[in-house]
């Protein structure tokens, strides 16, 4: 087993994403919005423009992701560190994450997804590739859309429930 620790700490985000599912409630496609958190995230190219997420094939936004085929990268505030670990210690799956972790629902400007309104900055993102790497998918998404909105002290995983910032 690896020590993840000596690459820590890395910078904490959130990723959003949206799709019509069923649900084991309602056999009917709805639409769902969802939030996670990850720390295995990097630009991979400037021309395209492409940055990588590495997702559990396990989780349910990997679900919404593959179905829609977008995603949003939202860099957040350090001071959004409590709804930053709501969102990446539950399941969206049965709840709406963006308001148990008291965060604002925005609509992306240019593809069919929400992004998080206090986000720094936002990575509208279109999937153009999937590469498996064990129990992960890296999914590639050319960045389409960047919104910019502020500076700020952002949050870095230690490990675990642990996090540190850093300067503006």
Same mark, same amino acid.
């Given at each position: 087993m690896t020590d993840w620790n000596i690459a820590n700490p890395r910078q904490v985000i959130l990723v959003s994403s949206r799709a019509h599912v069923a649900t084991? @409630?309602? =056999?009917? %496609?709805s639409l769902k919005d969802n939030i996670f958190a990850l720390t295995w995230h990097m630009p991979v190219s400037?021309?395209?423009?492409?940055?990588?997420i590495s997702v559990s094939k396990e989780r349910y936004s990997y679900k919404l992701i593959k179905e829609s085929g977008v995603f949003?990268?939202? @860099?957040? =505030?350090? %001071?959004?560190k409590d709804a930053i670990i709501e969102c990446g210690t539950k399941t969206g799956e049965h709840i709406d994450k963006f308001?148990?972790?008291?965060?604002?629902?925005?609509?992306?400007?240019?593809?069919?997804?929400?992004?998080?309104?206090?986000?720094?900055?936002?990575f509208e993102c279109s999937v153009v590739n999937e590469i498996e790497a064990g129990d992960h998918v890296i999914i590639i998404g050319e960045i389409i859309n960047i919104i910019k909105?502020?500076?700020?002290?952002r949050s870095f995983q230690?490990?675990?429930?642990?996090?540190?910032?850093?300067g503006e």
């Open positions: 084991r @409630f309602s =056999p009917d %496609k400037m021309s395209p423009f492409l940055y990588a949003a990268v939202n @860099f957040m =505030p350090h %001071k959004f308001k148990e972790a008291g965060l604002t629902k925005e609509e992306c400007k240019r593809i069919d997804c929400v992004c998080i309104k206090e986000a720094l900055n936002v909105n502020k500076q700020g002290k230690i490990e675990g429930l642990k996090f540190t910032t850093t």
